[in-house]
């Protein structure tokens, strides 16, 4: 089984000025007793005419909303997550 955990969520620190919807995320995975923190960056996804527009919303997304993106991400987009694989 994976779990996955919201850590820390804050303004994205490269984007709070011009896209204050944009948020660094800190996620901790684990699996088989082996945890791996990392950072993602999450914006919410809003369609304007079938055309993807960042959210300017100030509001700090709550953490089903980011676990979910997580899963859509890794396991649509991303083929899956490599627990033994070394961090760079």
């Given at each position: 089984?994976?779990?996955v ?53 100030k ?30």
């Open positions: 089984m994976i779990d955990r919201v850590i820390e969520v804050k303004p994205h620190p490269d984007q709070a000025t011009n896209n204050p919807g944009c948020w660094a995320v800190q996620l901790e995975v684990s699996h088989s007793g082996r945890r791996r923190a990392f950072w993602r960056w999450y914006t919410e996804r809003n369609y304007v005419h079938g055309r993807f527009v960042a959210s300017m919303s509001t700090k997304p709550k953490a089903g909303d980011i676990l979910q993106r997580f899963w859509d991400d890794t396991f649509a987009e991303l083929h899956g997550f490599a627990f033994d694989k070394e961090m760079p």
